[in-house]
T-cell receptor, first 111, second 115 residues
């Protein structure tokens, strides 16, 4: 039972354009959501997070949107840069001490 | 500040063998979690330790076990290895459990191949 789903395994965008990565979840007990970025041969690194009491959180070029009624969150990267090419994982927490991750979306930003 | 250190980085085992992976968390971090990454499955939670106690456990068979020492270092063990255990095993540490929603700091992982 996949509680956190990233339905797009890959995404390709042009440098300078917007990248939108999507994530859906099923468990209404999740109250905190995070995005991690992973380069090959490295561990995931924390990117940005959002609490369920908010619907938007912004950090530089990265913005996460949360739609609780739809159980959907998205990560926007504007403008996209070649160095953003990586696998992006969304994750959710119910405060219970573990993160539930999606399957990941591989973003490729082409110059 | 040193990051999360995992050893070994790569290892090859055969079916039926057992393996032990080690993780040294960031200094001062008391929570250590383990995740398994396989293609198409994302990161799946194995277990979390805090102050030498297992606080959470994922849906993995009993062949997967772990422990945490008084210095917060952690080990995980997989016994009777199966081909499907081939994966990247990631360790992550945090100051507290994610109850306070602090983010995790991951190591580079231990790549296990079972032949």
């Amino acid at each position: 039972d996949q509680q956190v789903k990233q339905n797009s395994p890959s995404l390709s965008v042009q440098e300078g354009r917007i990248s939108i990565l999507n994530c859906d979840y099923t468990n209404s007990m999740f109250d905190y959501f995070l995005w991690y970025k992973k380069y090959p041969a490295e561990g995931p690194t924390f990117l940005i997070s959002i609490s369920s009491i908010k619907d938007k959180n912004e950090d530089g070029r990265f913005t996460v949107f949360l739609n609780k009624s739809a159980k959907h969150l998205s990560l926007h990267i504007v403008p996209s840069q070649p160095g953003d090419s990586a696998v992006y994982f969304c994750a959710a927490s119910d405060g219970g001490g573990k993160l539930i991750f999606g399957q990941g979306t591989e973003l490729s930003v082409k110059p | 500040k040193a990051g999360v250190t995992q050893t070994p980085r790569y290892l090859i085992k055969t079916r039926g063998q057992q393996v032990t992976l080690s993780c040294s968390p960031i200094s001062g971090h008391r929570s250590v979690s383990w995740y398994q990454q396989t293609p198409g499955q994302g990161l799946q939670f194995l277990f979390e330790y805090f102050s030498e106690t297992q606080r959470n456990k994922g849906n993995f068979p009993g062949r997967f076990s772990g422990r945490q020492f008084s210095n917060s270092r952690s080990e995980m063990n997989v016994s009777t290895l199966e081909l499907g255990d081939s994966a990247l095993y990631l360790c992550a540490s945090s100051l507290e459990t994610i109850r306070n929603t602090g983010e995790l700091f991951f190591g580079e992982g231990s790549r296990l191949t079972v032949l």
